[in-house]
């Protein structure tokens, strides 16, 4: 199952929602949500991490976004990751289902208005995981081969998304 992102409130902040049910293991998806070399695939920028609640994270060679470093908020193998990323947190819970699991991405933004373009953005980058946890090549997701990232942003902004944040130009 795929879904769009929506528009939530989590711990009273604005967030973007996504889920997805793989034919996977649950450990499966763990690696490729916490393995620096899996995350490449599809993750919008490098990521190194001490794999610790309370470790530092650090995101790298993202072409729209500066480096920047956060701190791991929950490590509970294989079910719960979060971490602070700039001005807002990502989530990942993992739950088993009878065929494989359900991955939950939660992200919590730094204002309301980020909401569509964000959503627009892990729109891409979970079509490349999903291609990825499939065993499909993929050169990441600032190389041509994702979905257009601006006709996503318009479907978005189209069914009432929360938008108007800045769209930063590649450095």
Known sequence: MTDR???????GRPAVRFQRTYPH????????????????????SAVSMEQREGGAIA??????AEDTTGTILTFDPPRR???????GEIHFELEP???GCTLTLINVLD???????????????????????????????HSDSPEDWE?????????????????????
């Open 5 to 11: 992102g929506t528009y939530l409130e989590f711990d």
């Open 25 to 44: 293991p649950l450990e499966r998806v763990w690696a490729a949500v916490t393995d620096s070399d899996e995350l490449k695939t599809w993750f919008p």
């Open 59 to 64: 995101f790298s060679g993202d072409p729209y």
């Open 81 to 87: 990751l979060a971490y602070s990323w700039a001005d």
């Open 97 to 99: 289902t009878d065929t």
């Open 111 to 141: 204002a309301r208005n980020a909401a569509a373009r964000n959503a627009a953005g892990w729109d891409v980058c979970l079509g490349l995981l999903d291609q990825h946890l499939d065993g499909e090549q993929s050169a990441g997701p």
């Open 151 to 171: 006709r996503i942003y318009g479907s978005y902004v189209a069914a009432g998304l929360p938008s108007g944040a800045d769209v930063p130009d590649p450095a």
